[in-house]
């Protein structure tokens, strides 16, 4: 257990219907991060927050995506409307940046979406 | 192209066998290099940093060829416990965003 911790550990919804996860990091940790992993391959960076502020989006990240971190704390990513490819692992990591931008990010358990 | 590729795999080697898996990135401004390990149904795991020096972790030894933009990993006297997902990983930039290779996987077999 890395401290980082996801909720749900798995959610199943029928296309169309929009989802919730959240995320909450390792207490301190200032940045935050969210990548989606498929099948047979490597997770891919969605987007990723320094305290509050989002400071970069993939193009992954359609306009059906969004995602915040209000008070710098804990994290949520809302897909909207969903579709059978947004069918993944979705996971979450922080990491506490110093002065020096040497991190490591702890990755939490993820959450598994299926969509139907 | 991917921006870091790997030979998916799968290995399957027998207790006690040596192997390395490779890794290329292409994108030459890259700073930090990194292998994670992955279990089934896990989340990514960092086994180590790669440093151009080249390091070594017990049984396990990282090694960076900027010149060739090229990461080996370096496994010996692989055990049962080392079955897994192993992801080659570049940061290039400062926003520290991870970009992961597909990941080679790696089975060990009495």
């Known amino acids: 257990d890395t401290g980082v911790s996801q909720d749900p550990r798995h959610k199943i919804t029928k296309r169309g219907q929009n989802v919730t996860f959240r995320c909450d990091p390792i207490?301190?940790?200032?940045?935050l991060y969210w990548y989606r992993q498929t099948l047979g391959q490597g997770p891919e960076f969605l987007t990723y927050?320094?305290?509050?502020?989002?400071?970069?989006k993939s193009r992954l990240l359609s306009d059906r995506f969004s995602a915040e971190r209000p008070k710098g704390s804990f994290s949520t990513l809302e897909i909207q409307r969903t579709e059978q490819g947004d069918s993944a692992m979705y996971l979450c990591?922080?990491?506490?940046?110093?002065?020096?931008?040497?991190?490591?990010?702890?990755f939490g358990p993820g959450t598994r979406l299926l969509v139907l | 192209r991917k921006e870091v590729e790997q030979d998916p795999g799968p290995f399957n080697v027998p207790e006690g066998a040596t192997v390395a898996f490779n890794c290329t990135y292409s994108?030459?401004?890259?700073?930090?290099f990194f292998w994670y390990r992955q279990d089934c149904r896990k989340e990514p795991k960092l086994l180590m940093s790669?440093?151009?020096s080249g390091n070594e972790d017990g049984r396990f030894t990282a090694q960076l060829n900027r010149a060739s933009q090229y990461i080996s990993l370096l496994i010996r006297d692989s055990k049962l416990s080392d079955s897994a997902t192993y992801l080659c990983v570049v940061i290039s930039g400062n926003t520290g965003k991870l970009i992961f290779g597909q990941g080679t996987t790696l089975q060990v077999k009495p």
């Open positions: 990591a922080s990491s506490l940046v110093g002065e020096t931008l040497q991190e490591t990010q702890y």
């Open positions: 927050f320094q305290n509050e502020a989002q400071l970069e």
């Open positions: 207490s301190e940790h200032n940045r």
């Open positions: 994108n030459s401004a890259s700073q930090s």
């Open positions: 790669v440093y151009s």
